[in-house]
Structure formats: C-alpha cells, structure tokens
C-alpha cells in the first residue's frame, strides 16, 4: 500500500494559470520547478493509477484570511472523492483562527497546511505559533512548508527557527514538509532530527544530491516519523518510491514511511 501525504490541486478553472505563476516565480528566482501532471482533481486520479498510489492527501493554502470559506468549500467537494483526503486551509493572521479550526474539526477535516512563503508570516511568528498551538488542541494534523522554497528568496522557515515550535508545542501530530526543512538538510541534521515531530519526503528526491544524506536523517529521526509524499503535480511519486525502495532500509521501515505511520495519523 502506498499513501501519498502531500499533493497539492486546484480548480479546473485556475489550475493552468496558476501552475503556470509557479512555474515563472521558481524560474525568475533561479530554482525552476516543472509539473509532471496536470494540477487538477482528475489529473491527480490519474496519476494515483498510473504511480499505483492507494490513497492522496490534498493540502490547500489559504494565501489570504479571507479566503477560509471558499478554499475550504472547495476542500469538501475533494473530500468526497473516493480515496483522495483532503485537509482544511486557514491563515495564520486569521483574527478568528480559534472559531475557524473548530469549524474546521466540526467540517470532519482531518488537518491543516501551512505554508510561511504563500503566507507571508515566518514560522516562528507568535501568530503562527498560535495557530499551531491552537490545530494541535483541537486534535488537528499541521503540515508546515519547512525550509526554502523555490518561489522566493527570502528564509522565513528555516529548522533553526523551526525548533521554536518544538520546544513550545506538542509537535508529535505535526509534520514538516521537504524532511524537515527544503534544501537546507545539514540544518535539519543539527536542530530537528530526534526531535518529536514528524517529517514528509515530499520534493526532496530530485533536489537532494547526497542520498546518503536523506538515508541517514530517516535512520537517525526514525522511520516512525517519516510519511511518504510526491509533492504532485511537481514531483513523480513513482520514481521516488523507486529511490526509496533502493536505500538500505528494513522492509519495516519503508511499510512505515509508505502507508503505516500515515494510516496512524488520518485514524484510517
């Protein structure tokens, strides 16, 4: 079985155009990213048959407050496709953020994404603690965008200041994106790995040169804490599952990476 943690969509309407904005703002800041698939709902079927991926989990963002209740309109109608998951989207500067993610819990949401860049609030912001704070309380699951990110130039999520979160928070319903920070992974090894909080292998295979690298951090933070994720429409799952499936691991710890330790966390 395989479940792929983190996969982004979008309206059939927006899907081109916004696809397209990513792609010239990664290219204008000198990590240009490409799609593999196309960025929508039946686009994302596809390729879960062709990959052989069981179940996806979709991650929204709201980019302003004021788009709570449309994105997460949206988000319901995904959920009601059979094996696709998808979480709620709140901002972090959302002045009603409590009354929201209780009615994101109430909507039978299994979680939230969060994402510092598309946000425009650094991660170890009190408003982002806050929200943080909150999601865990009401038994939400937060997927953090952690790291660089190929759109900006900026460093508003590196794992040093990332650590704020963890030693403030009960991180272990927590995962953040890229192994725990996009291409800044000598950090991750210095101030997250142990820590109680979970990792995703999202975009990570074809911009980490030293495999060894991405081995030993699964090794030393444990297999437990390691989800599965393709990153779609950026990344091609299968060929990161290929890569995985090469690494000296144990056939548990790819079972856990691959579908168990998401299982635990959805309660699925």
Same mark, same amino acid.
């Given at each position: 079985?395989?479940?792929?943690?983190?996969?982004?969509?979008?309206?059939?309407?927006?899907?081109?155009?916004?696809?397209?904005?990513?792609?010239?703002?990664?290219?204008?800041?000198?990590?240009?990213?490409?799609?593999?698939?196309?960025?929508?709902?039946?686009?994302?079927?596809?390729?879960?048959?062709?990959?052989?991926?069981?179940?996806?989990?979709?991650?929204?963002?709201?980019?302003?407050?004021?788009?709570?209740?449309?994105?997460?309109?949206?988000?319901?109608?995904?959920?009601?496709?059979?094996?696709?998951?998808?979480?709620?989207?709140?901002?972090?500067?959302?002045?009603?953020?409590?009354?929201?993610?209780?009615?994101?819990?109430?909507?039978?949401?299994?979680?939230?994404?969060?994402?510092?860049? *598309?946000?425009?609030?650094?991660?170890?912001?009190?408003?982002?603690?806050?929200?943080?704070?909150?999601?865990?309380?009401?038994?939400?699951?937060?997927?953090?965008?952690?790291?660089?990110?190929?759109?900006?130039?900026?460093?508003?999520?590196?794992?040093?200041?990332?650590?704020?979160?963890?030693?403030?928070?009960?991180?272990?319903?927590?995962?953040?994106?890229?192994?725990?920070?996009?291409?800044?992974?000598?950090?991750?090894?210095?101030?997250?790995?142990?820590?109680?909080?979970?990792?995703?292998?999202?975009?990570?295979?074809?911009?980490?040169?030293?495999?060894?690298?991405?081995?030993?951090?699964?090794?030393?933070?444990?297999?437990?804490?390691?989800?599965?994720?393709?990153? *779609?429409?950026?990344?091609?799952?299968?060929?990161?599952?290929?890569?995985?499936?090469?690494?000296?691991?144990?056939?548990?710890?790819?079972?856990?990476?691959?579908?168990?330790?998401?299982?635990?966390?959805?309660?699925?």
């Amino acid at each position: 079985m395989t479940i792929d943690f983190h996969t982004h969509i979008f309206p059939d309407k927006l899907a081109g155009s916004t696809v397209e904005f990513l792609k010239k703002q990664s290219a204008q800041n000198g990590h240009p990213i490409e799609n593999k698939f196309d960025a929508t709902l039946s686009g994302l079927e596809y390729s879960m048959q062709k990959q052989k991926i069981d179940i996806s989990v979709v991650m929204p963002i709201a980019t302003k407050p004021s788009h709570f209740e449309s994105m997460n309109r949206f988000a319901q109608e995904i959920n009601k496709i059979q094996n696709v998951i998808s979480f709620g989207a709140i901002h972090p500067e959302d002045a009603d953020y409590k009354e929201h993610l209780n009615q994101i819990k109430k909507m039978g949401f299994k979680g939230i994404k969060l994402h510092p860049y *598309f946000q425009n609030v650094r991660i170890d912001d009190i408003k982002f603690l806050k929200v943080v704070e909150e999601a865990v309380k009401n038994n939400l699951i937060v997927v953090i965008h952690s790291g660089l990110d190929s759109g900006f130039k900026t460093d508003m999520a590196n794992p040093k200041d990332t650590l704020k979160l963890v030693k403030n928070i009960d991180c272990s319903k927590v995962v953040l994106a890229h192994m725990g920070g996009c291409m800044q992974w000598d950090l991750v090894e210095e101030y997250l790995v142990g820590e109680n909080i979970m990792f995703d292998t999202c975009y990570c295979l074809d911009v980490i040169e030293d495999k060894k690298q991405f081995e030993r951090i699964i090794k030393n933070h444990g297999s437990d804490k390691i989800l599965f994720g393709s990153d *779609f429409p950026w990344t091609d799952g299968k060929k990161d599952a290929e890569i995985i499936n090469s690494l000296e691991l144990t056939q548990n710890d790819k079972e856990l990476i691959f579908y168990k330790n998401a299982k635990r966390l959805l309660g699925i």
